[in-house]
């Protein structure tokens, strides 16, 4: 049970994170992000809160080169019965507020003895990712490899807050997506399907909501291609509301505070 809660916990933090993609067709130039943004997110598997996540857009605007970007935070981390697997995770990106691409992210892990530092650099007209990761005997970051990305590579981070951006409002019920990113060392794709409109309960009443589902690989954790769903506020601010994952394991879901 203990190595299969620990596998689930690492789960939770990729779920609050899994729209870590690109999103074909969105028009940035009508939708911008909320500057000074903070949403709070808990995860409970089972009967057990497990763990707590958040969201951060910084209410400043920063600058790489002639890009005018936001400062985005991911956190995740374990409480309660869930400090057996411990997990503090943090994602930081800086997105380009016209392109929405990332031109630059920063990863900080720590789960269990593991601990891994590293700054991502996007060179987006060439579609490469250079890698430099934390030497904590030598106390400084070095080149651990160049990858290739797709077209318009965007993060873990814009991914998650890329897909408030989409206008539902034009949507049919099974228009699909086609999503691309880059995780770690490599990029790869996924389909997003929506559902249409659908109230669910939070602790702050009913809430009406756009419902979409990832078609997500085949594995033995998943039970069946769409074992996930995510519900997405039917408002302005389209907050994603709740994530739910059918697993072999039990039902993991995640909800915004």
């Known amino acids: 049970m203990f190595k299969s809660g620990k596998f689930i916990l690492s789960l939770f933090f990729i779920f609050v994170t899994m729209n870590c993609f690109a999103i074909i067709h969105v028009d940035f130039t009508k939708r911008k992000l909320i500057t000074g943004e903070t949403l709070n997110y808990r995860a409970k598997w089972g009967v057990l809160t497990i763990g707590t996540a958040s969201s951060r857009t910084d209410k400043k605007l ?5 890009k005018v970007c936001y400062k985005i935070d991911l956190k995740g981390k374990t409480n309660g019965l869930a400090k057996l697997f411990y997990l503090n995770d943090k994602w930081t990106s800086y997105i380009d507020i016209e392109s929405f691409t990332t031109l630059k992210s920063y990863r900080s892990i720590h789960e269990g003895g593991y601990r891994l530092e590293e700054i991502v650099y996007f060179d987006a007209g060439n579609n490469k990712a250079r890698v430099h990761e934390y030497d904590f005997n030598k106390k400084l970051y070095f080149l651990k490899n160049i990858y290739e990305t797709p077209e318009n590579i965007f993060d873990v981070v814009s ?25 770690k ?10 559902y249409g409109k659908e109230s669910i309960k939070t602790d702050n009443g009913k809430k009406q909501c756009y419902k979409i589902k990832p078609i997500v690989p085949k594995s033995r954790v998943f039970d069946g291609l769409d074992a996930v769903s995510v519900w997405i506020s039917a408002d302005k601010a389209q907050k994603i509301i709740k994530i739910k994952a059918n697993l072999v394991l039990g039902e993991l879901i995640i909800d915004l505070l």
């Open 185 to 194: 060392n490599e990029g790869y794709k996924i389909d997003l399907i929506y």
């Open 159 to 183: 991914g998650f807050m890329m897909i408030r951006l989409i206008d539902f409002t034009k949507s049919a019920v099974g228009d699909k997506f086609r999503i691309a990113g880059f995780y």
């Open 62 to 66: 920063y600058r790489l080169g002639s």
